[in-house]
């Protein structure tokens, strides 16, 4: 079973920083696109920033210049780095991973998500 392990979220002041941790674990043949989205109270899941297993990388445009994204192959890790915090950047933050999995005669790709973890700006 494959697994996405978020940590590193919290309360901040603006202004701030934090970084964020989501390591992949379980049975697979290799982790293609990673990313990360969020969710504020009453709002829809965003996407915040992605990053391919080639180290391509796109944001939001409300982060751009704020946040980097970036990943460790070797350790199934994607980071978050989120600096000049906004009150507006407070939601629920999720990893969101693409994976290939080896089936009985064939590779397939299934997407998984992590658990979530709170990011607080305080104003």
């Known amino acids: 079973q494959v697994q996405l392990v978020e940590s590193g979220g919290g309360l901040v002041q603006a202004g701030g920083s934090l970084r964020l941790s989501c390591a992949a674990s379980?049975?697979?043949?290799?982790?293609?696109?990673m990313g990360w989205y969020r969710q504020a109270p009453g709002k829809q899941r965003e996407l915040v920033a992605s990053?391919?297993?080639?180290?391509?990388?796109n944001y939001a445009d409300s982060v751009e210049g704020r946040f980097t994204i970036s990943r460790d192959n070797a350790k199934n890790t994607v980071y978050l780095q989120m600096n000049s915090l906004k009150p507006e950047d407070t939601a629920v933050y999720y990893c969101?991973?693409?994976?290939?999995?080896?089936?009985?005669?064939?590779?397939?790709?299934?997407?998984?998500w992590g658990q979530g973890t709170q990011v607080t700006v305080s104003s």
């Open positions: 969101n991973a693409d994976f290939m999995l080896r089936g009985s005669m064939t590779y397939y790709r299934q997407n998984y």
């Open positions: 379980g049975r697979f043949f290799s982790i293609q696109l």
């Open positions: 990053t391919s297993s080639g180290g391509n990388t």
